[in-house]
């Protein structure tokens, strides 16, 4: 074997490794990317369905602070009236928050008061927040991982045309720039995050 076919032969191995290597980081980042949308979508559907739950939450508390308020106002009518037994029925309708604010220097119906009948819908409300923000960042780790996919795969065209090269210093730059796109597509996928 003379030293030209050893050459040719080490190229051919080089171009062989780098289809290799370039098929390999393809497939590896659209897996990521595909993991990261799949864990996006199932996250912001989740996300949608908790602040609706969280919607339907205030609604109640509102509706149980007006409860609260017209209750409160016939209970303070009738205490004022001497209707004791009527007052008494108002009373115990009260929301156990309402009752405790009554007893309270700055009730009644005080921030605190407010807070409590709020506070399943607030707390609810930020769990689906937090997970539609998790959504966001997966989506936009997909399009991340998607890019080192477009590079790797462009990687793959260059020495696939550098396969099909006569010219030896048309194949080496071929080649060269397939390896600087294998170079790119890694430190693309390993920057997600």
Known sequence: MDENED?????????????????????????????????????YHSSQSILVTANSLYLEANQA??????????????????????????????SQEAIDSLDRDTGPFDDQYFDEMYDYAVTTEEEGLILSE???????????????VLISAVGLSLVGWAALMQARN????????????????????????
């Open 65 to 94: 602070i007006i409860y609260d308020f017209n209750a409160f106002d016939d209970y303070y009518l009738a205490s004022e009236a001497g209707n004791q037994s009527v007052a008494d029925y108002y009373y115990s309708g009260l």
């Open 170 to 193: 048309l194949k080496l730059t071929f080649m060269g720039c397939s390896m600087l796109a294998l170079l790119l597509s890694v430190l693309q996928a390993l920057s997600v995050g």
């Open 134 to 148: 998790r959504a966001a960042e997966e989506n936009t780790a997909s399009d991340e991982y998607q890019l080192a």
């Open 7 to 43: 050459s040719d032969m080490k190229m051919e191995v080089a171009m062989a490794a780098l289809i290799a290597m370039l098929s390999i980081c393809t497939a590896g980042t659209a897996y990521f990317s595909n993991m990261e949308d799949s864990s996006s979508t199932h996250n």
